[in-house]
């Protein structure tokens, strides 16, 4: 059992001058000018400039260990080698440091801490509020995916099942607000339901390796036509439906496009490979289940990062109201 009988770290910014002193040698990409904090998210990540150009270090938090980040290096060398000769699709991709090694484990005062240097990808931030943009994602999606079935999962990795989009958040979001809450009886029969849904149409939907965060809008730069996609640290088989619905549910679309940009994605995609109207129809069903899966994912970072403050009961009544609007019970 852990002691707490001395000062004890949820979760560190590290120093930008200690990742320098720790990094700076061990990558051959000419000397460091400058090394900056460049952004909080589930992970930290640094912007650093060195004598040959722009790079981005990523610096996971300690829940991501090992084995993790070895599989998402796979799949994202495997794809890029995949996707050499696409002109719609491309991946981030990491730098092997001298000793051809893909990862630093660096001691955190929190515990161990990966740390993975990337290419800095050029291009725009696509928010994708016209038909053209996303008919070109779609195409791009399309390309990923069909990329994605001849990736082989070098070993074991959860799924994005309904244990993992469904089960874990409940278990996650009772624990913070307690069993006893009022809302508790409501969240069991939603997500009874949900998953009784969810599994009825699986058998009919496409199953595969999915990038698993494809918000479309946050992760993946446009050049031209193409578009550059990263942020793998999700990726694991699933339902298709699942990665198309988190671009379908992404928040920066005025409502009276969303369904005409919908279509257009569509076509895009289907101008590439097949989807389903079953799968398609199975989209909105997955979008209620990413946001449960993101409540979820609040709840697990309340402690460690954002703070409970904002967390209370206007945060838990949006969420089930949002849940009671689906009709879903």
């Not at 910014?13 to 460049?38: H, M, N, R, T």
């Not at 002109?87 to 660096?106: F, I, M, P, Q």
């Not at 999915?210 to 993946?220: E, K, L, S, V, Y």
Request: hydrophobic fraction near 40%.
């Amino acid at each position: 059992m852990q002691k707490f009988d001395q000062p004890t770290a949820l979760r560190s910014v590290l120093s930008p001058k200690y990742l320098e002193f720790a990094l700076s040698d061990q990558y051959d990409i000419g000397q460091w000018k400058e090394c900056l904090f460049w952004l909080r998210g589930l992970n930290d990540t640094y912007r650093v400039k060195t004598s040959t150009g722009m790079y981005i270090l990523r610096v996971y938090r300690t829940e991501v260990g090992e084995e993790e980040v070895r599989a998402e290096l796979s799949v994202l060398s495997q794809l890029k080698a995949i996707l050499s000769s696409s002109a719609r699709a491309d991946v981030g991709e990491h730098l092997n440091k001298k000793d051809n090694s893909g990862y630093t484990v660096l001691d955190a005062p929190e515990g161990k801490r990966m740390a993975v240097m990337f290419r800095y990808i050029n291009g725009i931030e696509n928010n994708l509020q016209d038909e053209e943009s996303c008919y070109a994602f779609g195409q791009s999606a399309a390309e990923l995916h069909k990329a994605m079935d001849q990736v082989v999962l070098e070993q074991p990795r959860y799924e994005l099942d309904t244990s993992f989009l469904i089960d874990q958040p409940l278990a996650r979001i009772v624990a913070y607000i307690g069993e006893s809450h009022e809302a508790v009886p409501f969240l069991y029969a939603f997500t009874q339901e949900l998953k009784k849904r969810i599994t009825a149409s699986s058998h009919s939907l496409e199953w595969g390796l999915c990038h698993g965060d494809m918000h479309g809008n946050n992760n993946a730069f446009q050049q031209g036509n193409s578009f550059t996609h990263y942020d793998f640290e999700w990726t694991a088989n699933g339902w298709r439906a699942y990665d198309l619905a988190q671009v379908k549910a992404r928040k920066r679309q005025s409502g009276e496009q969303k369904e005409a940009l919908w279509k257009a994605l569509m076509a895009g995609y289907r101008s590439i490979r097949s989807f389903s109207p079953e799968d398609e129809q199975a989209v909105d069903l997955f979008i209620v289940a990413r946001r449960f899966w993101v409540m979820g994912l609040d709840a697990a970072f309340i402690e460690s990062d954002m703070g409970a403050l904002d967390y209370g009961d206007d945060w838990l009544d949006s969420f089930m109201e949002e849940f009671r609007e689906t009709g879903i019970v």
